[in-house]
């Protein structure tokens, strides 16, 4: 199989994963992307493990009608709470190991700051991805709900976005 014939499948709870579509295309423009954003289901952050683990599964039901090769799981909740349950015939990938190893990678104190979704703070996913990289760096966490609904409405540089954070 050719490079430019790979597929790739992508899917957030909303738009937010658009900004990794972003980032994988700016890096391998010829592979075909396929996104899922789940706006009939956001947010993810505020819903239990089990039903999370439903939705991916069905996510990646959907993808692979697409004939993907890879699936990207672009939202941190959903990442979070990937297990041995979710079954797939091609690789997952998800962005807590990523972003945890940039984390550490770019801590010039080890110490690191994590603000995410209820879900992925209780799921302690980026506390496990990050000791396992460095285990003596302090993690701070903090759940910040309103964050999802900011980043969705791309509200990025707006005030309001500054003062949630």
């Given at each position: 199989?050719?490079?430019?014939?790979?597929?790739?499948?992508?899917?957030?709870?909303?738009?937010?994963?658009?900004t990794v579509l972003k980032s994988l295309y700016a890096k391998a423009p010829e592979l075909?992307?396929?996104?899922?954003?789940?706006?009939?289901?956001?947010?993810?952050?505020?819903?239990?493990?089990?039903?999370?683990?439903?939705?991916?599964?069905?996510?990646?039901?959907?993808?692979?009608?697409?004939?993907?090769?890879?699936?990207?799981?672009?939202?941190?909740?959903?990442?979070?709470?990937?297990?041995?349950?979710?079954?797939?015939?091609?690789?997952?990938?998800?962005?807590?190991?990523?972003?945890?190893?940039?984390?550490?990678?770019?801590?010039?104190?080890?110490?690191?700051?994590?603000?995410?979704?209820?879900?992925?703070?209780?799921?302690?996913?980026?506390?496990?991805?990050?000791?396992?990289?460095?285990?003596?760096?302090?993690?701070?966490?903090?759940?910040?709900?309103?964050?999802?609904?900011?980043?969705?409405?791309?509200?990025?540089?707006?005030?309001?976005?500054?003062?949630?954070?």
């Amino acid at each position: 199989m050719k490079t430019k014939d790979l597929k790739i499948g992508i899917f957030d709870s909303g738009l937010g994963g658009l900004t990794v579509l972003k980032s994988l295309y700016a890096k391998a423009p010829e592979l075909q992307y396929y996104y899922l954003g789940d706006t009939a289901r956001v947010p993810y952050g505020t819903k239990s493990p089990k039903i999370l683990r439903k939705y991916i599964q069905e996510n990646i039901d959907f993808l692979m009608t697409q004939k993907v090769d890879a699936i990207v799981v672009a939202c941190n909740s959903a990442s979070s709470v990937l297990d041995e349950t979710i079954t797939s015939p091609v690789p997952i990938f998800d962005v807590i190991r990523p972003s945890a190893k940039a984390a550490v990678q770019s801590s010039l104190d080890k110490r690191i700051g994590v603000i995410a979704t209820r879900t992925t703070v209780q799921q302690q996913s980026y506390i496990h991805a990050i000791h396992e990289l460095q285990p003596n760096i302090e993690i701070f966490q903090q759940a910040c709900p309103l964050l999802v609904p900011l980043v969705e409405e791309a509200w990025l540089d707006d005030p309001l976005t500054n003062l949630v954070l």
